[in-house]
């Protein structure tokens, strides 16, 4: 039977860095409550206001979004930057490779999803809804309304998402979820590996 939640943006969780360099919004992690180091998948914000090294996350897989602000440059593993803004599409790459981030535009805010690789594997797609539009949710679902307002319903109940909210879905059997309003959204899926 799945199991879903509104995610209030009020009620998420902030807690540091693991390398300390920043703070972390956790916006949901399984199992709840987990801790950095045994967590299947998280999925959370972060502000980034200096230049440095990302965390190392050992068998972690991550995909990163700019959420607000003029971007950041991400060395992965030794390869020539890449520049992400708030138009780049989601980009997938290893946790546990050296990153190097540069803010040539000030601070940034991002949407990071990870995954345990040898269980796991997710997905990130950033999309606009203009009116009505339809989504697929298996297993492991969430929506995250960045900008706007997202109305849905859920076993007969009317759901309303503002800026910074989500709707976590658990167990979801390819089910088809009309999502209404006018939004910027993140979905994200989360599938055994």
């Not at 801790?35 to 959370?44: E, G, K, V």
């Not at 989504?135 to 492991?140: D, I, K, L, P, Y």
């Not at 849905?152 to 759901?159: P, T």
Request: hydrophobic share 45%; net charge negative; aromatic share 6%.
């Amino acid at each position: 039977m799945p199991h879903a939640r509104v995610l209030k943006a009020s009620s998420y969780r902030r807690m540091p860095w693991k390398n300390g360099g920043g703070e972390t919004v956790e916006i949901a992690v399984s199992p709840p409550e987990a801790a950095l180091s045994d967590f299947d998948w998280r999925i959370s914000m972060a502000t980034v206001a200096t230049d440095g090294p990302f965390s190392i996350f050992t068998g972690i897989d991550r995909t990163l979004s700019i959420l607000e602000g003029d971007g950041m440059a991400l060395a992965i593993d030794g390869a020539e930057p890449q520049v992400l803004t708030t138009a780049s599409e989601p980009l997938p790459f290893p946790a546990d490779v050296a990153v190097s981030a540069t803010l040539p535009g000030g601070p940034i805010t991002d949407l990071n999803v990870m995954t345990r690789r040898a269980r796991l594997r997710h997905r990130v797609e950033r999309t606009k809804v203009d009116g009505r539009l339809s989504v697929e949710t298996a297993g492991t679902w969430l929506v995250l309304c960045q900008q706007g307002t997202l109305s849905l319903q859920w076993a007969g109940e009317s759901v309303v998402l503002d800026a910074g909210d989500a709707f976590l879905v658990e167990g979801a059997a390819n089910t088809a979820l009309p999502l209404t309003g006018q939004a910027l959204c993140y979905l994200v899926s989360i599938d055994a590996a």
